[in-house]
């Protein structure tokens, strides 16, 4: 069984950083891509960034240049760090990644961790 944890969520000042942490743990045989997605109330989710195995990364053009994502491939981690913070990105978020098992390939879902982005 696979499971996400995510870590790292808080209230935070604007023009503050936070660094989200996701640790995948599990039977793992490797990981494929890693990603990041938020839902504020009363809207659908959305991607915010997403990272391959081999490192690409694509980002949410409301967090270019302001969020970083990174991955450890040893520890079956992705992060993200954010920084510059606006209250429009208070949020939950949530980790996803592509896993493949010795029996299966599919996608799980961390449990999320709230940011919250107010003065």
């Known amino acids: 069984q696979v499971r996400l944890v995510e870590s790292g969520g808080d209230w935070v000042q604007p023009g503050g950083s936070l660094r989200l942490s996701c640790a995948a743990s599990?039977?793992?045989?490797?990981?494929?891509?890693m990603g990041w997605y938020r839902q504020a109330p009363g809207k659908q989710r959305e991607l915010v960034a997403i990272i391959t195995s081999g490192d690409s990364t694509k980002y949410a053009d409301s967090v270019k240049g302001r969020f970083i994502i990174s991955r450890d491939n040893a520890e079956n981690t992705v992060y993200l760090q954010m920084d510059s913070l606006r209250p429009e990105d208070t949020a939950f978020y949530y980790c996803?990644?592509?896993?493949?098992?010795?029996?299966?390939?599919?996608?799980?879902w961390g449990q999320g961790t709230q940011v919250t982005v107010s003065a």
């Open positions: 599990g039977t793992i045989f490797t990981i494929n891509d």
């Open positions: 996803n990644a592509d896993v493949i098992t010795a029996l299966y390939r599919r996608g799980y």
